[in-house]
């Protein structure tokens, strides 16, 4: 599986045995998950009536190749179960899918959800774009009106009223991403402060915004992951979000070598976001596509 799975994502850039160090780890992981009731207590077995450890990860084996597939909710909501394909030996066809699909019937799952490298024709819908820096843009010379400074506790008040204000500008500007927008909640964000995560964004000794950056795992990609930025609307328009990216860049090169990497998903509606990733010389390696058989015409599609 491991050896599959290096081959499908080796467009990452990184180096092939890194991507294999980290593929590696990442499965252990997820197959652990298989037996793990830790991992499945987090799911609503109570209120499905179904037991406990259908909520496990499974192998499949069909037409003699490994799938490890997983349940998963949308946005947490019990209404909306899927199941995540979560690694594989071998490709993805109608018959393979309509297996997966009926081995998780009691969960009565709505799609499926898996992760393919950015340039895979789209297959059925996008839902997320991972996002990764380009170690080139650490060699721009820094952007002098641009710091990026740790919060401390004094400015949760500030940082909150930047996240609610910057969302609400957000959630006017792109309504059709109303519902999958999601702010920083206060207790993530009084966590996030305290964890040394939430950078303010100071643009000519003003604070224009805030970004929290958090050293974790995005799928197998080891590095730092933007969890949230925002720029106050009244700072909007200057191209801080990018420039904000770009100074975060060069000190994370500073501080952990050219090794480091960027990361981040965005969705693909959201185009500011997107446009601030690319202008910030971040580039989508990966996307998360749901899908269902159909989307998968026998003897036709293969993923």
Not at 65 to 90: K, S
Not at 167 to 194: F, N, V
Not at 195 to 212: K, N
């Amino acid at each position: 599986m491991l050896d599959y799975m290096v081959s499908l994502y080796r467009t990452v850039p990184v180096s092939s045995d890194c991507l294999s160090d980290w593929l590696a780890s990442w499965l252990a992981q997820q197959q652990t998950r298989c037996h793990d009731h830790h991992f499945s207590a987090n799911f609503p077995w109570r209120e499905t009536g179904l037991p406990q450890h259908t909520f496990l990860q499974r192998e499949l084996t069909v037409n003699g190749q490994r799938y490890l597939t997983g349940p998963r909710y949308l946005g947490g909501d019990p209404a909306q179960p899927f199941i995540e394909i979560v690694a594989r030996d071998g490709p993805i066809d109608y018959a393979v899918a309509s297996a997966i699909m009926q081995a998780w019937q009691p969960l009565k799952p709505l799609k499926l959800r898996i992760l393919l490298p950015a340039s895979h024709p789209d297959i059925g819908l996008n839902d997320q774009l991972i996002f990764i820096s380009d170690s080139a843009k650490h060699a721009l010379p820094p952007d002098e009106d641009i710091s990026l400074v740790k919060a401390g506790r004094r400015d949760f008040p500030a940082c909150l009223q930047a996240i609610n204000h910057a969302y609400r500008a957000s959630w006017h500007t792109l309504p059709h991403l109303r519902d999958q927008l999601m702010a920083t909640s206060k207790q993530e964000l009084r966590e996030d402060i305290a964890g040394g995560h939430v950078l303010l964004i100071v643009w000519q000794d003003m604070v224009a915004g805030l970004m929290i950056c958090v050293p974790r795992r995005l799928t197998f990609i080891e590095g730092f992951q933007i969890m949230d930025e925002v720029i106050m609307p009244a700072y909007q328009g200057r191209g801080l979000a990018a420039r904000a990216q770009q100074r975060l860049l060069q000190q994370l090169n500073h501080h952990y070598g050219e090794k480091a990497l960027l990361t981040g998903t965005i969705l693909p509606g959201n185009t500011p976001s997107l446009r601030s990733a690319q202008n910030a010389g971040r580039h989508c390696v990966l996307k998360y596509q749901f899908f269902t058989p159909a989307d998968l015409a026998p003897d036709l599609v293969v993923i």
